[in-house]
């Protein structure tokens, strides 16, 4: 049922700014497109460019825009109609027979116990079966998470393969270095650096780690994985761009303030024979951001 | 001809008295129910510009070496989905608007959604008989905020690169299964080869139908349930008053969606929007600085900023740090959305029907709940600039990050106070509009 509301609508009475047509915004609304559609045209044909082309498709639909909605607000019937609102409820009678026509359905189903517990049991197994294909979308974790592509005697190399000396650094400055070999692994992303003389405070049992001032740290954030990527030589701090975690270079890269929870773990140096840095072993903890069976 | 069309299809589908009950639908006016149509249109423009889109994009992390027309890149090794970006701004005609609009259009999507959401709580309208449509329109949102996430990983730039990797860390740090899932989710350990082929499939296929699905649902039961309404104006809660659909409420609502369009494709046209050429190709051993997300995202980039260097270690198993920042957080976030209508109508004892719409003033503490919320993720969206914040005002990071640790408690429950204390004056004060309630409204009224 729809019908126009009885009461007059005070402010659909024509006041005199409206007397004048509505119909020359709209036809204005629909030149303003056409233009601007054809120019749209010609700024592509002639190469496009991106800036006049957002600005034609603005005309070119704003104009049909302003022409639509000035033609449905002024020219077409606003009424207001009234329509009546129906029950949502089919009531309670219904719902009773529908729950009546269910049950009846289920019992006479469940006359068969064994056939259904025999269904229960072939679904549950096929829903047991769908998971294998899950399972290949993905390798097995594994121990990857606990292992980096560092070896013991791994050289020490920056990201064009080049392997590096201890005195190829100057005091103060930081390079980014990879396992020979491995320079786009990105668990193995190490940040090299070279603290000043005896600014170095080694851990207990990581005294000889450092090949003179030269020491080197996992560059995985251990609170969400992003590079730590930039290093104050004066403070000796590592800051995660990330969330702001810092570490403290000199006391083996303890978190000074932000999310991180833990240090960032230290590859254990040493020189081989040709005076080129190579590591003593992988990493001994886990680099990288937390997780579930971390500490097994 | 009409004619002959309605009987053709009449004969065969006996159609005609839908379409004339249809045709005749009635739709309340008022521009707050507007925020819906605005978010539907976007993902109209979202469909077109994507399609577009997806007959140039290659989903492919094999390495290649960039030859094409911007020129500081050129040389470098790039993935494949990088490369094919650069060329849709670089190359392609009309690529780089296409591109923008795009962007901008998947903002503007989120942000009318978040707009509606918040029309629909404060006028109370997801009570029943709505709450379906409100776990609906949850539904949505979620699935918007994944897409738009997953959109702008897409070409594999560091800014976006970065932001996966976060992403990765994340799922790692679900109890008992996140390893797992991380893996299987990624295709194996991070940077896998095989995510940027997966996301391809899940922002372009997958989440988009299942969003198709979900407005036809979410546009049935608003037919079905008629619009809600504001109350005032004579009207009641057994009727709906407005134009009619056929011709003038369609005209204007097509109007909108042209509006809409050209809204977008003018922001896409003169704002630039995710320049990846600037940000470079992703390297997992370089960061971009700062890293802002998308604005969808700050909520959740500031939680981690802000949460303290906590994490749970016992037994020899570890619940890490961003587990609560974001897997919990997000969580509670979106069950409290799902439950709300639930338990506003356990807490009130409210179970009647409610077709006619209530004004904030109407539950004051509704609205100052919603509000103490809001302000809370509004903090937590500063929060993910604390270092743009540090760099302005020239403070320490750690001082900003500070006292967002205090705001993120302090504001919401400021807010919350003051705005019961306003709307309980309001509705005191019968004024129709807040802007002309008298000041004395306001004063305390003690209990004689
Ligand atoms: S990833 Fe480094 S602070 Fe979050």
Same mark, same amino acid.
């Given at each position: 049922?729809? #019908?126009?509301?009885?009461?007059?609508?005070?402010?659909?009475?024509?006041?005199?700014?409206?007397?004048?047509?509505?119909?020359?915004?709209?036809?204005?609304?629909?030149?303003?497109?056409?233009?601007?559609?054809?120019?749209?045209?010609?700024?592509?044909?002639?190469?496009?460019?991106?800036?006049? #082309?957002?600005?034609?498709?603005?005309?070119?639909?704003?104009?049909?825009?302003?022409?639509? =909605?000035?033609?449905?607000?002024?020219?077409?019937?606003?009424?207001?109609?009234?329509?009546?609102?129906?029950?949502?409820?089919?009531?309670?009678?219904?719902? #009773?027979?529908?729950?009546?026509?269910?049950?009846?359905?289920?019992?006479?189903?469940?006359?068969?116990?064994?056939?259904?517990?025999?269904?229960?049991?072939?679904?549950?197994?096929?829903?047991?079966?769908?998971?294998?294909?899950?399972?290949?979308?993905?390798?097995?974790?594994?121990?990857?998470?606990?292992?980096?592509?560092?070896?013991?005697?791994?050289?020490?190399?920056?990201?064009?393969?080049?392997?590096?000396?201890?005195?190829?650094?100057?005091?103060?400055?930081?390079?980014?270095?990879?396992?020979?070999?491995?320079?786009?692994?990105?668990?193995?992303?190490?940040?090299?650096?070279?603290?000043?003389?005896?600014?170095?405070?080694?851990?207990?049992?990581?005294?000889?780690?450092?090949?003179?001032?030269?020491?080197?740290?996992?560059?995985?954030?251990?609170?969400?994985?992003?590079?730590?990527?930039?290093?104050?030589?004066?403070?000796?701090?590592?800051?995660?761009?990330?969330?702001?975690?810092?570490?403290?270079?000199?006391?083996?890269?303890?978190?000074?303030?932000?999310?991180?929870?833990?240090?960032?773990?230290?590859?254990?140096?040493?020189?081989?024979?040709?005076?080129?840095?190579?590591?003593?072993?992988?990493?001994?903890?886990?680099?990288?951001?937390?997780?579930?069976?971390?500490?097994? | 001809?009409?004619?002959?069309?309605?009987?053709?299809?009449?004969?065969?589908?006996?159609?005609?008295?839908?379409?004339?009950?249809?045709?005749?639908?009635?739709?309340?006016?008022?521009?707050?129910?507007?925020?819906? #149509?605005?978010?539907?249109?976007?993902?109209?423009?979202?469909?077109?510009?994507?399609?577009?889109?997806?007959?140039?994009?290659?989903?492919?992390?094999?390495?290649?070496?960039?030859?094409?027309?911007?020129?500081?890149?050129?040389?470098?090794?790039?993935?494949?989905?990088?490369?094919?970006?650069?060329?849709?701004?670089?190359?392609?005609?009309?690529?780089?608007?296409?591109?923008?609009?795009?962007?901008?259009?998947?903002?503007?999507?989120?942000?009318?959604?978040?707009?509606?959401?918040?029309?629909?709580?404060?006028?109370?309208?997801?009570?029943?008989?709505?709450?379906?449509?409100?776990?609906?329109?949850?539904?949505?949102?979620?699935?918007?905020?994944?897409?738009?996430?997953?959109?702008?990983?897409?070409?594999?730039?560091?800014?976006?690169?970065?932001?996966?990797?976060?992403?990765?860390?994340?799922?790692?740090?679900?109890?008992?299964?996140?390893?797992?899932?991380?893996?299987?989710?990624?295709?194996?350990?991070?940077?896998?080869?095989?995510?940027?082929?997966?996301?391809?499939?899940?922002?372009?296929?997958?989440?988009?139908?299942?969003?198709?699905?979900?407005?036809?649902?979410?546009?049935?039961?608003?037919?079905?349930?008629?619009?809600?309404?504001?109350?005032?104006?004579?009207?009641?809660?057994?009727?709906?008053?407005?134009?009619?659909?056929?011709?003038?409420?369609?005209?204007?609502?097509?109007?909108?969606?042209?509006?809409?369009?050209?809204?977008?494709?003018?922001?896409?046209?003169?704002?630039? =929007?995710?320049?990846?050429?600037?940000?470079?190709?992703?390297?997992?051993?370089?960061?971009?600085?700062?890293?802002?997300?998308?604005?969808?995202?700050?909520?959740?980039?500031?939680?981690?900023?802000?949460?303290?260097?906590?994490?749970?270690?016992?037994?020899?198993?570890?619940?890490?740090?961003?587990?609560?920042?974001?897997?919990?957080?997000?969580?509670?976030?979106?069950?409290?959305?799902?439950?709300?209508?639930?338990?506003?109508?356990?807490?009130?004892?409210?179970?009647?029907?409610?077709?006619?719409?209530?004004?904030?003033?109407?539950?004051?503490?509704?609205?100052?709940?919603?509000?103490?919320?809001?302000?809370?993720?509004?903090?937590?969206?500063?929060?993910?600039?604390?270092?743009?914040?540090?760099?302005?005002?020239?403070?320490?990071?750690?001082?900003?990050?500070?006292?967002?640790?205090?705001?993120?408690?302090?504001?919401?429950?400021?807010?919350?106070?003051?705005?019961?204390?306003?709307?309980?004056?309001?509705?005191?004060?019968?004024?129709?509009?807040?802007?002309?309630?008298?000041?004395?409204?306001?004063?305390?009224?003690?209990?004689?």
């Amino acid at each position: 049922m729809t #019908e126009p509301r009885p009461e007059p609508q005070p402010e659909l009475a024509p006041s005199p700014t409206a007397a004048r047509s509505p119909a020359r915004p709209i036809a204005l609304g629909f030149t303003v497109s056409m233009a601007a559609s054809i120019g749209l045209g010609v700024v592509y044909a002639l190469g496009g460019q991106v800036q006049l #082309e957002g600005l034609l498709l603005f005309f070119a639909l704003g104009g049909i825009a302003v022409g639509f =909605i000035v033609w449905g607000g002024k020219l077409l019937p606003q009424g207001p109609y009234v329509q009546e609102r129906h029950p949502l409820s089919s009531g309670e009678e219904e719902q #009773e027979e529908a729950t009546e026509v269910f049950e009846e359905g289920a019992e006479s189903l469940e006359r068969r116990r064994l056939l259904i517990r025999l269904l229960t049991g072939a679904f549950v197994a096929l829903g047991a079966a769908l998971v294998f294909p899950v399972r290949s979308l993905g390798e097995r974790p594994g121990g990857s998470l606990f292992r980096t592509a560092w070896r013991r005697g791994s050289r020490v190399v920056d990201e064009h393969d080049k392997p590096v000396r201890p005195d190829d650094l100057a005091v103060g400055s930081v390079v980014t270095v990879f396992p020979a070999g491995n320079t786009d692994a990105a668990d193995s992303q190490t940040l090299l650096i070279r603290l000043g003389p005896g600014q170095y405070r080694p851990r207990r049992g990581r005294e000889g780690w450092a090949v003179g001032d030269v020491v080197a740290f996992s560059k995985v954030c251990t609170h969400a994985g992003c590079p730590v990527g930039l290093y104050e030589p004066d403070t000796h701090q590592l800051f995660c761009p990330c969330h702001q975690s810092v570490f403290n270079v000199v006391d083996g890269c303890e978190p000074r303030s932000g999310p991180a929870t833990r240090p960032l773990p230290q590859l254990p140096l040493t020189v081989d024979a040709d005076g080129y840095l190579v590591a003593r072993s992988d990493y001994t903890e886990p680099i990288g951001p937390g997780f579930w069976n971390r500490d097994r | 001809m009409i004619r002959r069309t309605f009987a053709f299809f009449d004969e065969r589908l006996g159609v005609s008295r839908f379409v004339r009950s249809s045709l005749d639908k009635v739709f309340p006016d008022h521009y707050a129910f507007l925020l819906g #149509e605005v978010a539907l249109y976007c993902f109209v423009v979202l469909i077109l510009t994507g399609i577009f889109l997806t007959f140039f994009f290659s989903a492919s992390s094999t390495e290649v070496v960039y030859r094409g027309d911007y020129h500081p890149l050129v040389g470098a090794t790039v993935s494949d989905a990088y490369r094919s970006t650069l060329d849709l701004s670089f190359s392609v005609r009309a690529g780089l608007v296409m591109r923008q609009v795009h962007h901008w259009a998947a903002l503007v999507f989120i942000a009318s959604i978040v707009a509606h959401l918040c029309r629909v709580f404060f006028s109370g309208a997801f009570r029943k008989p709505r709450e379906l449509n409100w776990i609906v329109g949850v539904t949505m949102l979620i699935l918007a905020i994944f897409n738009g996430f997953s959109g702008y990983s897409l070409p594999d730039d560091l800014l976006s690169g970065t932001g996966l990797r976060i992403a990765f860390s994340i799922a790692q740090s679900v109890p008992v299964v996140g390893t797992w899932m991380a893996f299987l989710v990624f295709g194996g350990e991070f940077p896998s080869h095989r995510i940027i082929g997966r996301l391809f499939v899940t922002h372009t296929l997958i989440v988009p139908a299942l969003l198709v699905g979900l407005i036809s649902v979410h546009l049935a039961m608003v037919w079905h349930q008629k619009h809600t309404q504001f109350p005032g104006d004579g009207h009641t809660e057994d009727t709906v008053e407005g134009p009619k659909l056929w011709p003038t409420y369609a005209m204007k609502s097509l109007g909108l969606f042209f509006a809409v369009a050209a809204v977008l494709c003018l922001l896409g046209g003169l704002f630039q =929007i995710n320049p990846v050429w600037l940000y470079g190709p992703y390297h997992a051993s370089q960061v971009s600085s700062p890293a802002q997300p998308d604005w969808y995202m700050g909520w959740l980039e500031g939680a981690l900023r802000l949460f303290p260097p906590w994490e749970v270690r016992a037994f020899g198993f570890e619940l890490p740090n961003p587990f609560f920042p974001a897997v919990l957080l997000a969580g509670l976030t979106f069950m409290g959305l799902y439950l709300w209508p639930f338990l506003e109508a356990w807490a009130t004892g409210d179970r009647s029907e409610h077709h006619l719409l209530a004004r904030p003033r109407d539950h004051p503490v509704r609205s100052a709940l919603g509000a103490a919320t809001l302000s809370f993720y509004v903090v937590l969206f500063f929060a993910a600039s604390n270092d743009l914040l540090a760099k302005w005002l020239k403070v320490r990071v750690t001082i900003i990050t500070g006292i967002f640790q205090v705001a993120v408690f302090v504001v919401p429950a400021v807010v919350g106070l003051v705005t019961h204390r306003l709307l309980r004056a309001l509705a005191r004060s019968g004024a129709p509009r807040f802007s002309e309630m008298p000041l004395r409204a306001l004063r305390v009224r003690r209990p004689a």
